[in-house]
């Protein structure tokens, strides 16, 4: 690997793209993250001052005081939340199971969460989410959502006059649990975005955040269906082994598929960079959560059939669909390292350890034969934010304060690159 970010590989350009240049038609490589030709400018050139390695930070650009006050917000408000949320939701998960269907319930409904929240590792893997937002994001879930969800449906219920018992219960499953308990889970989606922007800039953060969310409150609500079925049924163990095999084993991602389609939507909305936008996202990425939810839970007699022929192709479509976002978000880290390349930034060969999953792998593994891997795991990293910050530029909104973004991810690249040239 180079250590020199002035050296220029072989065939490259000696420059970055005058203005006059035009746009270039490698510069969308995959459907994801497409930008307009009028926003496109080229990566800053290594022909100018070079960045120093060391020295105090500069000024901070407008905007920035404002981003970590949102991120601020988000993690108070966030702690506030979730601890006052627990106040209501703990006490109604002890009343409805009992103290020892709690405790089993707890126990047992970890099993699902660690595939999912094993799942969301594996997906957010090649740009990983700071752990406190992902932190915010599984706590909104398991708390603040399922708190919202047991203050609004009564009042939901309210609304609608039923013939008997059976017919409230069908109302509660098909209609108020699909419409409540997904608004309530997206609500943390749209805080997210509106509050950490920065961190939240495409379908496959938005995929992330949302898996987390629902992981969350799967495994609350999987506490009160385990739970109870310890506590009301007259054979706890096979009650338990009954709901664990429909709730565990055959839906563990069930939540997760529902919010993932908000999250989706809403991550392709956050490419616009537009507040507006991703509140109208936000209501639209609802419906088809909504759908699919109501879809589940309007399961009777034809479960088995309509969980094989429906439900499963729906989890493989929601498998593929994720591996095509994954391929989509390298091709565009690739591209956008080949235009800090074409500026001097990298050579070549760096482009390909740094932006491909293979020559991540021989970079990782070349880095722990001489006890560098951390340094190299961080340099990987800030390669891919530096890709990602670009897309934000070429996205044509805030464009100065992404500018000023870039120059620091720049500058803290020489310094990760020094670190692990040793």
Known sequence: MSTNPYQRGPGQAGGPAGPQDPFPGQANPSWMGRIEPEYYRPAPGTYAAPLPVLGPPEPAPDGRG??????LALTVGGAALAFLSLL????FLVASTGVGGFIVGFVVSLIPLSAVLLTVHAIDRWEPEPKRLLFFAFTWGAAVSVAVTLLIQPFFALTFQFSDAADLRTYMATVQAPVVEEFAKSLGLLLLLLLARKHFDGPVDGVVFAFTIAGGFAFTENILYFGRAIAESASPATGLAQIFLLRGVMSPFAHAIFTGTTGLIMG??????????????????LIPAMLLHNRWNSMGAGFLAEYVFIQVPIFVLAVVGIILLRVAENRLTRQRLMEYSAAGWFSPAEVELLGTPRGRRTALHWAAGYHRRPQMKAFLRAAT???????????????QLHQAEEKQQLQRILSLRAAVAG
């Open 88 to 91: 209501l939701v703990v006490p």
């Open 385 to 399: 934010q530096l890709a990602f910050i670009r897309q934000r530029i070429l996205s044509g909104r805030d464009v």
């Open 268 to 285: 392709f909305a956050a490419r616009r960079w537009h507040a507006g936008a991703s509140v109208l996202a936000f209501f639209i990425g």
């Open 66 to 71: 404002m981003r970590s006050a949102g991120l």
